[in-house]
Nanobody, 123 residues
Framework: QVQLVESGGGLVQPGGSLRLSCVAS????????MGWYRQAPGKERELVAT????????????NYADSVKGRFTISRNSAGNTVYLQMNSLKPGDTAVYYC????????????WGQGTQVTVSS
């Protein structure tokens, strides 16, 4: 079992910045990916960014949705139990509930989800 605790959401003006954090505990040995998804009212949940265990932010095992490339940066701490999402140049269209995700790559493959944190971009 994996537990995910998110923090860092809030209200910010357009052009501002926020940093989301997600701390994982439990069975988090190597062989996993962590990432962020978001869902706005009336829209389908979408991938924001993912990063594999042991990857750097500039490595090949980091990927982003086209809508956030150049504005958002995903990273993990050296222990691999915390994932961050640095969000810069925020737009009203970024307003959504952001969910932390843990994807287990060893059998049985499965996903774990955080409770979600609200990000609101408004003047």
């Amino acid at each position: 079992q994996v537990q995910l605790v998110e923090s860092g959401g809030g209200l910010v003006q357009p052009g501002g910045s926020l940093r989301l954090s997600c701390v994982a505990s439990g069975s988090i040995s190597s062989g996993n990916a962590m990432g962020w998804y978001r869902q706005a009212p009336g829209k389908e949940r979408e991938l924001v960014a993912t990063i594999l265990s042991g990857a750097s932010v500039s490595g090949a095992n980091v990927n982003y949705a086209d809508s956030v490339k150049g504005r958002f940066t995903i990273s993990r701490n050296s222990a691999g139990n915390t994932v961050y999402l640095q969000m810069n140049s925020l737009k009203p269209g970024d307003t959504a509930v952001y969910y932390c995700n843990f994807h287990r790559l060893w059998p049985p493959v499965r996903d774990y989800w955080g409770q979600g944190t609200q990000v609101t971009v408004s003047s």
